[in-house]
């Protein structure tokens, strides 16, 4: 490849040559993500991985994929790119989590309007750096230059995860019962949704760095910082609380749609998730997106986490251990509810 030129595609605005030179500065940090399921190295056409399946008895692949939506606009004004890619790493295994399967590997999607080799660095940096928190092996993805398409400072980003469960462990509603306890693992912030609505109330897409570099009194930092802080990922702490027993039976992860939406995936038909808003404290920076746009408060908890990025039921008998072990970690745990009888849904009190 190293010989691969074409002044022709060069001329349409394609530059094969700054994808190589893309490459070749990503390859120590997608190394870095290795574990030992991985073949190979980049550069074939599909990543190869060889599970380990000792002791899986019926093993089951679970998937998602997922993106970083509009936060990117962020990243583009600010010209920060080394936290995206943990967003992207984060959306697709904290979902894989919730059906009590570890990620084994990570593949990515980066569409770019122009191919600036640092750039693509740092995004793969942040993949990276989302693939060793989560313990999964970045083993391959594709970089795409799209002139014209996407503007010269632009690009867009996904991702796809696959996790290995074991059937007769996998975290499902059937072990479920009334008086279940909920455990909310506390977010890192806004995560990776309502950017569509946050850049409508603080006016980004006009006012651009001007608004992202406002400070506000309740906030530590300023606005553009703070919404650009990474969403946090959840696999260590489920995989903990696996590992030492406990009988997780329920985990909803909490992205668009808020807690509304996002509990009731959990759910059986026969049970209401009781939350109690006083439980857990909301960040500065929810209150302050509520009172900016003047937003009821019941679309902030349909919408954004609040504070909680991700929620597990377990049994009464395994409450305080589980917290404890949640907390021996670096998590925020906090005991938001229990389950009652009900419908499916969810009730904020």
Known sequence: MKDSHSESYASAGVDVTAGYDAVSRITSQVESTYTPG???TLGGFGGLFAPDLT?????????????????????????????VGIDCVAMCVNDVICSGALPLFFLDYLAVGKNRPERVEAVVSGIAEGCRQSGCALIGGETAEMPGFYGPDEYDLAGFTVGLADRDKMIDASALAEGDVLLGLASSGVHSNGFSLI???????????????ARYPELEDTLGETLLRPTRIYVNAVRTLLREGIRVKGASHITGGGLYENVPRMLRDDLDARIYKDSFPVPPVFRLIAREGNIPERDMYNTFNMGIGLVLAVSETDAERAAGLLSDIGEQVFRIGSLVPGSGGVELV
Request: glycine share 10%; hydrophobic share 45%; charged share 25%.
């Open 55 to 83: 002791g899986v008895e019926q093993p089951v692949l679970v998937s998602a994929t997922d993106g970083v939506g509009t936060k990117l606009r962020l990243a583009f004004l600010l010209d920060r790119h080394d936290t």
């Open 199 to 213: 850049r409508k109330i603080f006016d980004i897409d006009s006012k651009g760095v001007q608004a992202l570099n």
């Open 38 to 40: 991985v073949l190979g």
